[in-house]
């Protein structure tokens, strides 16, 4: 399989009113550095006209390839896909809703080259076309896995990122993957530089990632970075423990001061405050136990279906990417 000098990642999910979009903008970008490129847009089981899109763009797109998946796997599972197929020097990812600016491309490529750089982040400097929330939001996110995770995680720093062939061979090579690429590649230690953008608007259709996408996210994160909520899982019962010995001195004091019956309501307290505290425990437990099940599984976290770039026919048998095992089997979809 023949290599070229930047590969582009994209996952794609009932993005079709925004591909001819992107083809518009993207396609200049590329052809304007003068390099060997190739755009990989991984379809993860769209369920709208995507395919069909992608279909009449790479006739007239000859770089354009277009790997498929055969169900939804989710947007981390997609781009892990893209990232394992890519044949470049260097890739870049990007989302189809061009919220991400693909003229940021050639100057993150320059910049890799000139400082000798593995990674180049695009970090978010201005995100005033999201709304209150989705910024409220975001920055308790990136607060949160900061505080838990460390401060070496760059800040607003999404999927859009340059990797050179060194860093994304050690991506491949790692046996368990988990799937939160904005916090793994950071954990390499590679060489890496930052580029600062205007995040705009999605250009058409709606948004992939709801709130729940968003907690999901989040509890990926944490879990599967640090063992932190383990050890506040440790303080709680604790705590627990202070607060039950604390009732027991009250306990005695009202035994003794011959009034018993008024311990009814400091009992119940006590009960609901032990079991809740259990169950929050059992809970985080349990979160890390499923994620070393689906480790122990190896199951696939996609399947290609068919790839463009492959002399294969649609719908025949070809080789799974790597198990990626960064957490529980969940429903995903976006």
Known sequence: MSSVELSVVIPVFNEEEALPALAERLRPVLDGTGETYEVVAVDDGSTDGTAGQLTRLRADWPELRVVRLRRNSG??????????????HYTASLD??????????????ALARSRHLDIVYGVRGNRSSDTGFKRRTAGAYYWLVRRVVGGHVSAQAGDFRLLSREALDALKALPDQPQVYRLLMPWFGFPSGEITYRRDPRV??????????????AVDSVI?????????????????FAVCLGMVAYTLAVYAAGDTTRGWTSLIIAVLFVGSVQLICLGVVGEYIGRIYTAVQRRPTYYVADDTAAAVAPGAAVTPGPPVTSGPARPRSG
């Not at 189809?96 to 490529?109: C, F, G, R, V, Y």
């Not at 058409?204 to 996210?217: D, F, N, Q, S």
């Not at 383990?230 to 303080?235: E, G, I, P, Q």
């Open 75 to 88: 947007h981390q599972a997609a781009l892990t896909a893209g990232l394992h197929h890519a044949r470049g």
């Open 96 to 109: 189809a809703d061009l919220q991400d600016p693909p003229e940021k491309i050639p100057e993150m490529l």
């Open 204 to 217: 058409a259709g709606r948004t992939k990632y709801p709130l729940r996408k968003m907690v999901l996210l």
């Open 224 to 240: 599967g970075f640090s063992v932190a909520p383990l050890r506040l899982a440790v303080w709680l019962g604790v705590l627990a």
